[in-house]
């Protein structure tokens, strides 16, 4: 084991690390003033990742952390543990494409629908919502397994972070069929990629378009949820200066963009058939399209299809609002609950110089003397809570059952694919930390801390148990975690009677409720 | 016109003869329970507008019909107004014996017609000139404006919602699943030893005694469960345990239920909407059943953020509006009544072509009700709502 002092040396190689010098000196918060602890470097790979654990303090001691955090806004595919790939390898979700699932779904559906029995019938319909209940289960699996596990932890919590930001709830129509696909082919691509490509992408999935009512919209018979959502929450914010008719008219842009699920397509009239599209389950019905001239954020569109909605798009991704409102949100995600204004301006201006390249308007972010300050004060939410417990607690030992992390979520009230309203959770401490949430912690605490949650109790005709004492006093423990702690988590920690509640008050503690 | 008149003078009149019967409950005995329904509700189904042409013609497949003896027309109220028929065993007979009434009209300055911004806005309960203090819920500051001995709030939500946030911790707890606590008083203890000092402490501390109260609480649930009573079923079984927390312990409460978004087939007198108001409709019921003697000193608010468009969508559904109608349900509430500002509804009276104009703010309109309720004198009312009270004989 190399000695601290000369493993903090080979992480401080590079630009990134001294910016955290600079913000470690600021504060004077390092061991000795103007030298940073190796708390710090600690902290900054707890923020950058969905929580440190020995094995990823290991990557980054390996390779420096300016160069760990340049992969990790740059990822390479990368595998995951056999163990974890298995899992995600056996799922429905991962052996079928979208579209066969839905028609796999569709045809189970009218199967249950023609039965004459009343009982059969309504087992058969019982069946079918108990089968898109189970993918969407998949799909949370697969999301949770990624983020415990996943060399490139920043793509997965950035995934998350798009996946609220473009947020659609399992439980409208048959989006439960449709969230894993989201997730997978719209969102994590684009991740850390064009913000312009992530907006267009989740334009074209079937779960957006439904979630936000947009195969309702026609012309004369405009159906506004999806129009004012892109504006007030995916683009420019709700202050980002569009009027009420702004909302109508990208209402009218956006007539004809819908979903067709099966293989059967509409008459188009001759003149117009050109302009149909239909790829995947994204279907664009120019007879349901207002051909009409537009004038949208005080510019005019020609009336003239599809190619409307992407002049819209570029308009929106491109408009300063949007660059400051998502930069803000990145910041807050990021940094605080009330990100300083000039570090946020200064990643607009990346934003809009890079035309919304969200790595780069996360490197000036991670890079900022803003970020080092903030280390340790941001307040996790509970899926942070929940997975970075999960992987400070067992490391790479793969979870045989991501169940018990679901539940807990769905008890915190932060359920993957959960939130009925298109705004996504909060992203800050308020309401977070109310004493119901914090009373619901320790319990989790005490779960994991435990050793009986069930994690490592796999589901299946032949459950498969592995006992699995939670590793918490670990090396890494004594190397670099303790040292976080203040004097009275280390004096309640001496009181634990058992190791189990050792680890439940460790994971209890004030500290661990921070990243 | 005349019937506009009318209306206005009605309102006056009613507002006046509020004299005849005062709130009596002492502020420490009154109870109020806040119903936030999110997702803006169409107040138009619930509270139909029967003497509106207008409203017939531009909902050709959601309106529902004047009352009749047919169950699925409109429950009689008054030559204006009819209830949702989903709400017959529940909210009309509370109505009827004057214990409901119903405020159309109502509503924020809010025009952004977003839920997010709106809910926000009434949460905050602040005037949407000058600056706002993002973090002060108008909950919160109705609770360190009564006296601590007269004010034990609480949100019966798994978050802490806007509106009972501020300078109180206020505490909360979710009543929709139970489970019994695993870590035991001794954990308990030394946990929140380990928050003494920092800016968690109080919810920690909070959050391990409104634990100890709802469990005790449920202890009787579960003894009843044993004796294979009839249980509640959804938010009726929430609506009941809020009951029998608000009788023994909290005086303030919030909660609230969503799913009112309808831009897509809505139904009419049944359909996906009558199936929401007949689920709240059960739970505030069960609510009432539960507080027994405590309903007479108790009052239920429920609101929502805006009301929706008048016209029906191409979708058989509505979008997103402005006014909209807000409930008020106690013992000693002043109901059987439409009260408030309010006018006839034809397209020229439409909000911006589109909506129920805000004729009761708010802001004004609550500010009236918990002036009278808790006998706050102006100044605490302005302390809470930045505006002075407007009472319109609610209690």
Known sequence: MQSLSSTLRALLRGAGAAALLGGCAATGGGDTAGVPGPAQLVGAVNRVSWGVSQSTWQQVEKVGYPAWLEGQLRPTPAPLPAAAQAQIDSLTIARKTMPQLVADLDAQRKAAEQLTVDDEKKAAQQAYQQELTRLAREAATRSLLRDLYSPNQLQEQMTWFWMNHFNVHQGKSNLRVLVGDYEDTAIRPHALGKFRDLLGATLRHPAMIRYLDNEQNAANRLNENYARELMELHTLGVEGGYSQRDVQELARILTGVGVNLGSAEPKVKKELQAQYVHTGLFEFNPNRHDYGAKQFLGQPITGRGLAEVDEALDRLSRHPATARYVSRKLAVYFVADEPPPALVARMADVFRSTDGDIAAVLRTLFTSTDFARSLGAKFKDPVHYVVSSVRLTYDDKVILNTGPMLGWLARMAQPLYGRQTPDGYALTQTGWASPGQMTTRFEIAKAIGSGNAGLFKADGPQPQQRAAFPQLASAFYYQSLQQTLGPKTRQTLEQATSPQEWNTLLLSSPELMYR | ?395
């Open chain 2, 1 to 395: 016109m005349e019937r506009r008149l009318l209306l206005k003078s009605l309102a006056a009149l009613s507002a006046g003869a509020a004299t005849g019967n005062l709130w009596a409950a002492p502020a420490s005995k009154t109870r109020l329970l806040f119903v936030f329904m999110r997702g803006g509700y169409d107040a138009t189904s619930l509270l139909i507008p029967i003497a509106s042409q207008y409203y017939y013609q531009v909902r050709p497949n959601i309106a529902i019909a004047k009352p009749s003896d047919d169950a699925k027309s409109a429950l009689p109220i008054n030559a204006d107004w009819g209830l949702h028929p989903a709400l017959r065993d529940t909210i009309y007979p509370m109505f009827t014996a004057g214990e409901a009434a119903f405020v159309p009209f109502a509503g924020t300055e809010d025009l952004s017609r977003s839920h997010f911004e709106t809910q926000d806005s009434i949460e905050l309960g602040q005037s949407l000139q000058g600056t706002r203090d993002y973090r002060s819920g108008f909950l919160n500051r109705l609770a360190t404006t009564l006296n601590a001995n007269q004010a034990s709030a609480i949100s019966f939500t798994d978050q802490l919602p806007l509106i009972m946030q501020g300078s109180a911790q206020l505490p909360n707890m979710a009543l929709r699943s139970l489970g019994k606590p695993q870590v035991d008083a001794r954990q308990a203890r030394l946990i929140a030893t380990m928050y003494d000092g920092t800016s968690l402490a109080a919810p920690v501390r909070e959050g391990f005694v409104v634990r100890e109260d709802v469990m005790k609480e449920m202890i009787g649930e579960m003894d009843a469960a044993n004796r294979n009573a009839i249980t509640a079923k959804g938010f009726e079984l929430e609506a009941r345990r809020i009951a029998r927390l608000m009788k023994e312990k909290y005086n303030v409460g919030f909660v609230d239920v969503g799913g009112w978004d309808t831009h897509v087939g809505q139904g009419n007198a049944t359909g996906y909407l009558a199936g929401r108001f007949e689920e709240l409709g059960r739970g505030l019921a069960g609510f009432a059943e539960e507080m027994g003697a405590e309903w007479r000193d108790t009052v239920v608010v429920v609101v929502s953020e805006f009301g929706r468009t008048f016209r029906e969508n191409g979708n058989r559904g509505t979008d997103h509006g402005h006014g909209s109608v807000y409930w008020v349900l106690g013992g000693g509430v002043r109901g059987n009544a439409v009260r408030g500002e309010q006018i006839a509804l034809e397209q020229k009276t439409l909000f911006q072509n589109r909506d129920y104009p805000v004729l009761n703010e708010y802001r004004a309109l609550f500010g009236g009700l918990l002036a009278r309720m808790y006998g706050l004198n102006a100044g605490q009312v302005e302390h809470i709502f930045g505006t002075r009270g407007s009472d319109i004989g609610l209690v």
